[in-house]
């Protein structure tokens, strides 16, 4: 067991703190304020390889790991998690097309998004059906070579800014196990009865575009299905495991945004005579976000070395993504509290923090969900 | 072209209250993260530029331990094509001694350009590269924040007191001293760092370079290292705007800056 990085992986991290550091701190709050990103941000992480890191350097990826993804989400939710997510989630879903497209599909799809020309996203959560997500009913009819699609998806990451999206739809209704009769399908979003609406008002990750998504009569030729026919929630599944351990840096990645915060506050501001930091109830505070900090980290590290050996152990997952949401919420309540009133405003970045947090626990499977799939597991 | 570049990794310190350690001749580094020196950080990427334009090649030198190769890993990701360490083991090199070693690794290694940054964030010594230049002979110009190269000549423009630049024009080999702002140092993409971990970093001992002892002796003794004292509170200025912009050129003025 070695618990260091190898030199490569620290100069990824390096680079990727640097170009965060440079890119996104000027911009982090007007972009929160209102509500926008920069897309020739993305691009440029995108020239710099930043983007698909995980890809096969055949269609314009590095060819690296989920443990490289997990190092590039640590560090850039490290300065600014909304940017982090406008910046890096353009090649979310791309895992799906990887592993179950066809290579007819890989070369049509994928050096378009590594290149930063392109931008996809992956639309599974419905009005009515989040984490109960095989009971989703948007549907795709087979009409000889095409299918159409009705119904509609929300929440759903870069809708109005995506050149195609993955769906998740009902193909085969009659299908007796309710785990075989969805598909993805790509949908190019161009295509008329396609329809985006950003959502306003996000309490977090304000730069990351989030809309509801309807389709009316929507064709698309049937060679958009990625993989089998039916086989859509495995897919999903696929997907999750590879995501939810990246959305679990980016809780690490922000509890250490807390950290450095904190450290900061407490070592200036003055009360009672001497600086917060002589005092024990604030070191105790700093000692437990660095803790739980480096146990969700810890955790990472291990669940996404095990994906990259091939060894998926999707309770590990489950389990890091359920403790990191929980663990980024609760490190950035301590930062904000040792901030006082200060804290409390928009002009101190804690609050950003603050706010980003909640998004961990909810995204790509709630913390209920994944404790779900602990417990189912162990229970089993 | 053949291009050296003088490196240094050294530690970050904005936004750190640095601490003496107990010997009161260096600060506490142990939570310090090192990056590659600023001004370097725009000689490799000048060296670089001019390998772009005019073709050529580029290898960046250290003097520093292993853990020290991550920015000759950095400078070989943003394009450069070779990179040497030279070991320093125990030794704890003042500027001449720098500047010795260093002139005795470039000497062998064909160039036609030496650059160095004008100062190291650390120590702020700002004369290495001068020096390295004198030991070799080499014509020399510090505090460089242009520079042109076109048929064996470089352009070159030098910073001033007082926003003032002087141009005048080289006859290579020379050494610059390269001023930050004289470029935009480009970001380390994936793509260079894949590369640059395929790459391998020559190691030369310091002690081995044949260098007489007097140059292996510091030329400086540090006594002691301290905080400055702490200063006066600030100075309140009174008035409206127009009485307080003449209060603060007066300050200005006082100070030492020519308006
Ligand atoms: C900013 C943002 C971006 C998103 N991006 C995407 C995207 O790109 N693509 C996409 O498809 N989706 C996306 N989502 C959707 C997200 O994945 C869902 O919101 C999430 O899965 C939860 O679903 P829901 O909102 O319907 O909540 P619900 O499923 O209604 O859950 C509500 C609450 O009930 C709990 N709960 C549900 N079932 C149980 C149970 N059996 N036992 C105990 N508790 C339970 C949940 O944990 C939760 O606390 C995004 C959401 C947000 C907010």
Known sequence: MDFEFTKEQKDIAKAAREFALGEFVEKAEEFDREESFDDSIMKRAAELGFLGIFLDERYGGAGLGVFEQCILQEEFAAVDLGMSVATLTPVFGSEIIQKFGTEEQKLRYLPSLTSGDAIMGCALTEPDAGSDLASAAATAVREGDELVINGSKIFITNGTRADFLICFVVTDPDNPGKHRRHSIVIVETDRPGFEANKLRGKLGIRASDTAEISFNNVRVPRSNIVGEQGNGFAEAMYLFNLNRIAIAAQGVGLARAALEESIKHVKKRMAFGAPLAAYQAIQFKIADIFTLMQAGRNMVYDAAWRIDQGRIDHRLVAAAKAFCGQMAVKCADMALQMHGGYGYLAEYRVQRIYRDAKIIEIYEGTTEIEKIIVAKSLLA | ?259
């Open chain 2, 1 to 259: 072209m053949n291009i050296i570049v003088c490196v240094k990794n050294v530690p970050f310190t904005q936004e750190v209250d640095l601490v003496l350690d107990a010997s009161k001749q260096d600060v506490k580094k142990d939570n310090l993260v090192y990056v590659i020196n600023e001004w370097d950080n725009y000689a490799i990427e000048e060296a670089i530029r001019i390998k772009e334009e005019t073709g050529g090649h580029v290898t960046a030198v250290t003097l520093g331990k292993e853990a020290d190769e991550e920015v000759l890993r950095r400078c070989l990701a943003m394009g450069a094509d070779e990179a040497i360490r030279v070991e320093r083991g125990d030794l704890n090199p003042d500027a001449s001694m720098i500047a010795a070693i260093l002139s005795a690794v470039v000497k062998t290694i064909p160039h036609d350009i030496i650059l160095t940054g004008v100062q190291s964030d650390d120590l702020n010594n700002g004369i290495t590269g001068s020096l390295i230049a004198e030991r070799l002979g080499l014509v020399h110009a510090a505090v460089v924040n242009s520079l042109k190269i076109s048929e064996g000549k470089a352009q070159i423009s030098i910073e001033l007191e007082g926003g003032q630049d002087e141009m005048s024009q080289v006859t290579l080999p020379a050494l610059f001293a390269i001023q930050t702002g004289i470029n935009e140092p480009r970001y380390v993409s994936i793509m260079g760092i894949r590369k640059a971990s395929k790459k391998e970093i020559k190691v030369i001992d310091a002690s081995g370079l044949g260098l007489p002892g007097e140059d292996l002796q510091p030329s400086l003794i540090m006594e002691e290292m301290f905080m400055p004292p702490e200063t006066e509170g600030a100075e309140m200025l009174q008035g409206d705007a127009g009485s307080l912009a003449d209060q603060i050129i007066r300050i200005i003025r006082e100070k030492g800056v020519s308006l």
